[in-house]
């Protein structure tokens, strides 16, 4: 059963604590996002990683920090210098891209994290 | 940074009727993509238009797009509650030697009142 999972699905924190959020596809798909959602908002792309051990940031990387060691895995950790880290953190992958674009994402169920 | 915008925010129809939203981006861009999210969950694709093309349609699904206008449209027709959800447009901008990453909007939540 092919397909991209997240867990936990829900994550409580306390401040000043760091914590990983795991990402896993068998896909085999060579490209990985972490996206940030918050209530009424599209997505923003935290770090992305088109191949193993590389990884870029995306528009909004303070505060977070990714490794991609395995194809299959791209764990995200959230810092205890990301100010406000509440939100839905969405996982995502897809063909790596090339000159054609960047190919359909496929994209986890998603984790819920609040810091208390 | 956010490249395509969705018009409406919000769009509340009844069952059978037909629900057009929109998206106007800034750049020239090599695909464009739609997505749907129902409450609480991950996105799932659901259309990709490539910038030479100017329609696509898959089941109840039509997709324009209009490159000088920087513009597309997703139309579903015969609406079923079930389509009820969050509708976002995701843009692939053109950069030489090849893009990497999608730059998605803020979405058109849906309602189908049965």
């Known amino acids: 059963d092919g397909g991209i999972t997240q867990s936990p699905k829900y994550l409580f924190r306390k401040e000043g604590q760091n914590v990983t959020l795991s990402c896993e596809q068998n896909l085999n798909h060579d490209a990985m996002y972490w996206y940030r959602q918050d209530p009424g908002q599209g997505l923003r792309l935290i770090y992305y990683s088109q191949i193993v051990n590389d990884f870029q940031k995306g528009d909004i990387a303070e505060g977070y920090s990714v490794s991609r060691e395995k194809k299959e895995s791209f764990p995200l950790t959230v810092t205890s210098a990301q100010k406000n880290p509440t939100a839905f953190y969405l996982c995502a992958s897809s063909y790596s891209s090339g000159l054609a674009g960047v190919w359909e994402q496929f994209f986890g169920p998603g984790t819920r994290l609040t810091v208390l | 940074s956010q490249q395509g915008e969705e018009d409406p925010q919000a769009l509340s129809i009844q069952e059978g009727e037909n629900a057009t939203m929109n998206c106007s981006y800034k750049t020239s861009i090599n695909n464009l993509q739609w997505y749907r999210q129902n409450s609480g969950r991950g996105l799932v694709h659901l259309i990709l238009?490539?910038?030479?093309?100017r329609e696509k349609h898959s089941g109840r699904l039509r997709v324009t797009l209009d490159t000088s206008k920087k513009s597309s449209s997703l139309l579903i027709t015969a609406s079923r509650a079930a389509d009820t959800a969050s509708y976002f447009c995701?843009?692939?901008?053109?950069?030489?030697?090849?893009?990497?990453?999608?730059?998605f909007g803020k979405g058109t939540k849906l309602t189908v009142n049965p």
């Open positions: 995701a843009t692939d901008p053109y950069t030489q030697g090849g893009s990497e990453k999608l730059v």
């Open positions: 238009i490539r910038s030479n093309e």
